[in-house]
């Protein structure tokens, strides 16, 4: 009796689950954040005109955050491509 070997190109579960889903969509709206932030920022500096602190803390920490959640996500692409 021959032995099956099973085809390369066979179909794989979905990539992306709703949590994927979701990480993603919060990289984006953080990275959003982030560089709204800084237009503002740069915006009132080109006017000469004072800026809410909260822009300042916006930019500094949402550019990090997302940051971090992008290489969350490639890891996790990463660790998905070679499990299967």
Do not use: K, Y
């Not at 969509?25 to 982030?34: P, Q, R, T, Y």
């Not at 709204?36 to 009132?44: D, K």
């Not at 300042?56 to 499990?83: D, E, N």
């Amino acid at each position: 009796m021959p032995e099956t070997v099973p085809a390369q190109n066979a179909p794989r579960p979905a990539e992306s689950g709703a949590l994927h889903r979701v990480l993603v969509f919060a990289a984006i709206a953080v990275l959003l954040a982030g560089l709204g932030s800084l237009g503002v920022i740069l915006a009132g500096a080109m006017a000469g005109t004072p800026v809410w602190t909260g822009f300042m803390g916006l930019a500094w920490f949402c550019f990090p955050i997302a940051f971090v959640l992008m290489v969350l996500l490639m890891a996790g692409s990463i660790r998905r491509r070679r499990s299967s």
